[in-house]
């Protein structure tokens, strides 16, 4: 019953218009970081690595596709989240705007089989905009700029990455970042059973996020140890994959706290919607 309905609800997804605004805004950034690049990235790059070029050894050129999907990677996960949250704050609130809702739960199906399925069916869309992403950025980047070592700038240093130590990482990257976009998206499920229209989780979403990475931004001891527990702390844990070593430990526990959250948002979210009255 349940994957019937994930393919139903992966359908009403796909099928509406909000859903493709993530895809283009992607597509759209990374060509003008792509231009950008291709017109002045060796000055750029020359610029960042003047002070430090002459200590390290790479090969190849500095400006490659590794490079620029580095970039992109972190230019769009600021953004990502919001484009995300425009759909999954629609599964639930959408459903109550336009009175589908009620219908729905008069189906001889359990509730959180339903809140199940529209989490399947988020974990399929988040999966299918990493999927885009590394094609459009990583693969069409390297296939306008070739490859070479990957020098990535720490706050304590600088890290040189081999050519052929470099694919695994961005593997690893992308389905950590799969995982962090989803806690945004469980999160605006939840609020969606609190509203009537589809905008409203998408600002109780993002308020959330902004207030939590502000936050985390002071550097206050009682508030640094209330950080480790924001869901926006662990998620930009995916840099780590460009460290050496790789600091695995700290990745995992990352993961099993954004894995936790999203438990929680669903247990929540099935839990609010047992308890909804359909008549009102």
Same mark, same amino acid.
């Given at each position: 019953?349940?994957?019937?309905?994930?393919? =139903?609800? !992966?359908?009403?997804?796909? @099928?509406?218009?909000?859903?493709?605004?993530? #895809?283009? /805004?992607?597509?759209?950034? %990374? $060509?003008?970081?792509?231009?950008?690049?291709?017109?002045?990235?060796?000055?750029?790059?020359?610029?960042?690595?003047?002070?430090?070029?002459?200590?390290?050894?790479?090969?190849?050129?500095?400006?490659?596709?590794?490079?620029?999907?580095?970039?992109?990677?972190?230019?769009?996960?600021?953004?990502?989240?919001?484009?995300?949250?425009?759909?999954?704050?629609?599964?639930?609130?959408?459903?109550?705007?336009?009175?589908?809702?009620?219908? =729905?739960? !008069?189906?001889?199906?359990? @509730?959180?089989?339903?809140?199940?399925?529209? #989490?399947? /069916?988020?974990?399929?869309? %988040? $999966?299918?905009?990493?999927?885009?992403?590394?094609?459009?950025?990583?693969?069409?980047?390297?296939?306008?700029?070739?490859?070479?070592?990957?020098?990535?700038?720490?706050?304590?240093?600088?890290?040189?990455?081999?050519?052929?130590?470099?694919?695994?990482?961005?593997?690893?990257?992308?389905?950590?970042?799969?995982?962090?976009?989803?806690?945004?998206?469980?999160?605006?499920?939840?609020?969606?059973?609190?509203?009537?229209?589809?905008?409203?989780?998408?600002?109780?979403?993002?308020?959330?996020?902004?207030?939590?990475?502000?936050?985390?931004?002071?550097?206050?001891?009682?508030?640094?140890?209330?950080?480790?527990?924001?869901?926006?702390?662990?998620?930009?844990?995916?840099?780590?994959?460009?460290?050496?070593?790789?600091?695995?430990?700290?990745?995992?526990?990352?993961?099993?706290?954004?894995?936790?959250?999203?438990?929680?948002?669903?247990?929540?979210?099935?839990?609010?919607?047992?308890?909804?009255?359909?008549?009102?």
């Amino acid at each position: 019953m349940i994957p019937t309905i994930v393919r =139903l609800e !992966l359908w009403r997804i796909y @099928r509406k218009p909000r859903s493709w605004i993530v #895809f283009i /805004a992607i597509a759209v950034l %990374v $060509g003008i970081v792509h231009s950008v690049m291709a017109l002045q990235g060796e000055q750029l790059a020359e610029m960042v690595l003047q002070n430090i070029k002459q200590q390290l050894s790479i090969e190849g050129d500095y400006l490659h596709g590794y490079l620029v999907a580095f970039i992109i990677q972190g230019l769009l996960l600021v953004h990502l989240p919001f484009l995300v949250t425009l759909v999954a704050g629609d599964l639930i609130a959408g459903e109550a705007a336009y009175g589908t809702l009620r219908l =729905l739960f !008069l189906q001889p199906v359990a @509730r959180w089989k339903f809140v199940l399925a529209k #989490f399947f /069916a988020l974990v399929g869309y %988040v $999966g299918s905009v990493m999927l885009f992403l590394a094609v459009v950025s990583l693969g069409v980047g390297v296939a306008l700029f070739d490859v070479g070592d990957l020098v990535v700038l720490k706050t304590n240093g600088v890290v040189v990455l081999g050519r052929d130590d470099i694919l695994w990482r961005f593997a690893g990257a992308y389905a950590f970042n799969w995982l962090g976009l989803l806690v945004p998206a469980s999160l605006a499920l939840l609020l969606g059973c609190f509203a009537d229209n589809a905008l409203a989780p998408v600002v109780g979403t993002m308020a959330i996020v902004i207030v939590m990475t502000a936050v985390s931004l002071l550097d206050v001891p009682l508030i640094e140890s209330l950080a480790d527990g924001f869901f926006t702390t662990h998620a930009a844990a995916w840099r780590l994959f460009f460290d050496d070593p790789v600091p695995f430990d700290t990745i995992r526990n990352s993961a099993v706290v954004l894995v936790m959250h999203c438990v929680v948002f669903c247990f929540v979210t099935a839990l609010v919607l047992q308890r909804k009255d359909i008549r009102s």
